[in-house]
């Protein structure tokens, strides 16, 4: 079932244990009101939002509006997908995109003439939804940008070998730090004993400049 912003403020559905965003919201109205149609009268319910990494400021800013915590990985002692006080998020592994992805490309082929209809007016809301949403706070924005995810706890049992060694290989370019700069190993490179002679000279004028003002 869709439900849009303006039905969620006011419908009520008895024992309904999931709500799916497919959009993050943008404000906490609107995070309580769609989240809220689970959990209702001491029932337990699971919000699932799915979420872009420009999405991850609205992300931040919800967790400090509710007081919860947000968190990517597994935490020592702490039931992280069961406990109400923690929101947790990540990635979906490559191989279970990839096999969706499949699907959908197969769904799109054999409902070419629906899907052409309907693909306009999508693209014209979406257009019209990312100019007139809320922005995230500054804040938010800060802290989040640049930030990739772990694997969703509640998949880390869905990584393949492959994706497994992905993942370690990003995480050492991410933390490697070169010994030279770019232009060092250039230089060095080219055993040009003029152009050598020159950076020597540089780095030792710029030494020299440092220790004067200092």
């Known amino acids: 079932m869709i439900v849009t912003d303006l039905a969620a403020r006011g419908i009520d559905i008895p024992k309904l244990q999931n709500v799916i965003n497919y959009n993050f919201p943008t ?21 699932f939002t799915f979420i872009t990494n420009d999405e991850l400021a609205y992300l931040h800013d919800i967790s400090a509006y509710v007081g919860k915590k947000i968190t990517d990985k597994l935490i020592d002692g702490a039931e992280v997908l069961t406990d109400p006080e923690i929101i947790t998020y990540g ?3 490559q191989n279970i995109l990839d096999e969706y992805c499949e699907h959908a490309v197969n769904l799109t082929k054999s409902n070419k003439d629906l899907i052409e209809g309907l693909e306009g007016s999508l693209k014209k809301s979406l ?7 809320d ?27 492959k ?22 190993i250039g230089i060095v490179k080219s ?4 152009k050598i002679g020159i950076f020597k000279s540089a780095l030792k004028v710029q030494i020299h400049s440092k220790i004067l003002k200092e």
């Open 27 to 47: 404000t906490l109205k609107l995070f309580i009101h769609r989240c809220g149609r689970t959990a209702r009268a001491g029932e337990k319910g699971n919000s």
């Open 91 to 93: 990635r979906i592994p």
């Open 127 to 133: 257009n019209k939804y990312n100019r007139t949403k």
């Open 135 to 161: 922005q995230a706070s500054s804040a938010g924005m800060q802290l989040m940008h640049g930030v990739l995810p772990k694997i969703h706890p509640l998949l880390l049992d869905k990584v393949d070998e």
């Open 163 to 184: 994706e497994d060694m992905l993942m370690s290989f990003r995480e050492a370019v991410k933390n490697y730090k070169p010994r030279a700069s770019t232009l060092e």
């Open 191 to 194: 055993k040009d004993e003029v």
